[in-house]
């Protein structure tokens, strides 16, 4: 569930990974552990949510944080590095910074 926030700093990251399908669960597995282990402990780590596409060719992370600061410190921390070093040599990674613009909920008549 998307998280509201009134701080104007949050940011979303919305990373795609690229994979070959039979390497899908090993990529989900290792983002939920450094997830588990590192990220989540973060200073400046609001949630996180991790996907699996159908097709088993994507797994994408969206991630929020208070700031790009927070989100730059917990880089700098080399617990998270063994993780990401292992998912890149089984799948592609392109990562997105974003900015919240408007979150839509359903309608009172839809609930």
């Not at 921390?77 to 919240?100: C, H, N, R, S």
Request: net charge negative; hydrophobic share 40%.
């Amino acid at each position: 569930m998307t998280q509201q926030s009134g701080n104007n700093d949050m940011v979303v990251f919305i990373n795609v990974f690229i994979v070959d399908s039979v390497n899908q669960q090993r990529l989900v597995d290792l983002l939920t552990q450094v997830t588990n282990v590192s990220v989540r402990h973060a200073p400046g780590f609001i949630s996180s949510t991790l996907h699996r596409s159908v097709d088993g060719t994507k797994v994408t992370m969206y991630a929020q944080w208070c700031s790009v600061e927070d989100y730059e410190a917990m880089r700098k921390d080399l617990t998270p590095l063994p993780y990401l070093q292992e998912a890149l040599t089984i799948a592609k990674f392109e990562p997105g910074m974003y900015k919240v613009v408007k979150t839509f909920v359903p309608t009172d008549e839809h609930a």
